[in-house]
């Protein structure tokens, strides 16, 4: 029962370097999603992917690029990390068929730019 | 646009009192209403649910009832105990165009002490 699985967990880079952040779902969800997570401002959208093949931009996208791959796997790349990018980042996936279908999260990733 | 607002934190409890963690929402339309809960280290799981007018969502002693009239979703519990440390987040879903994108709260951290 892996649910949703994000590597790596810890990550330090230097400004202007590039990194990509790896998701992957088991749960057969047709719908994933990229969060970052900063102090007293929760958890803001930064790319979504409703389906396979298609891709749409959430609530804080610039700096950020994402790449549905198939079904099962979601990336989302930083081209030039700047240190505004040092945050905690979630995938998450979901089902939507159905009304209140909830999102489930991977473990995230911690990402500091120095 | 939609918008989620939770009771600011940190808020410390001895064990067995009673929680009421506050949450109100602004949407238009008809959300589904979540509560989820971030254990150190981890990321988010769902705690409970509704998805319409007067549902209660429950799970593990915790509360939840949605209130149209008043817009609101309080978490309650009636005896806290020391595993519920962690930090609380309240969101709605926006079912627009077949995406469950989600809005979060800003999250409140909850301490139970022994």
């Known amino acids: 029962n892996a649910g949703v699985t994000q590597t790596p967990k810890f990550q330090v880079l230097k400004t202007g370097q590039s990194m990509t952040l790896q998701c992957a779902q088991d749960?057969?969800?047709?719908?994933m999603y990229w969060y970052r997570q900063d102090p007293g401002m929760g958890l803001r959208l930064i790319y979504y992917?409703?389906?396979?093949?298609?891709?749409d931009k959430g609530e804080v996208p610039n700096g950020y690029n994402v790449s549905r791959l198939n079904k099962r796997e979601f990336s989302l790349r930083l081209e030039s990390a700047a240190p505004s990018q040092t945050s905690v980042y979630f995938c998450a996936s979901s089902n939507v068929r159905g009304q209140g279908q909830p999102q489930h999260f991977g473990d995230g990733t911690r990402l500091s730019i120095l | 646009g939609n918008s989620v607002t939770q009771m600011e934190g940190p808020v410390t409890l001895s064990e067995e009192a009673f929680l009421t963690i506050n949450c109100t929402y602004t949407?238009?339309?008809?959300?589904?209403l979540f509560w989820y809960v971030q254990y150190p280290g981890e990321g988010l799981q769902l705690l409970l649910k509704a998805t319409k007018a007067d549902d209660k969502g429950s799970n593990k002693g915790f509360e939840a009832t949605y209130r149209k009239e008043t817009t609101s979703f309080h978490l309650e519990k009636g005896s806290v105990q020391v595993s519920d440390s962690a930090v609380y987040f309240c969101a709605l879903s926006d079912q627009a165009f077949g995406n469950e994108k989600l809005t979060f709260g800003t999250g409140t951290r909850l301490t139970i002490i022994p």
């Open positions: 949407a238009t339309g008809y959300p589904s």
């Open positions: 992917s409703a389906s396979e093949g298609t891709t």
């Open positions: 749960m057969n969800h047709n719908s």
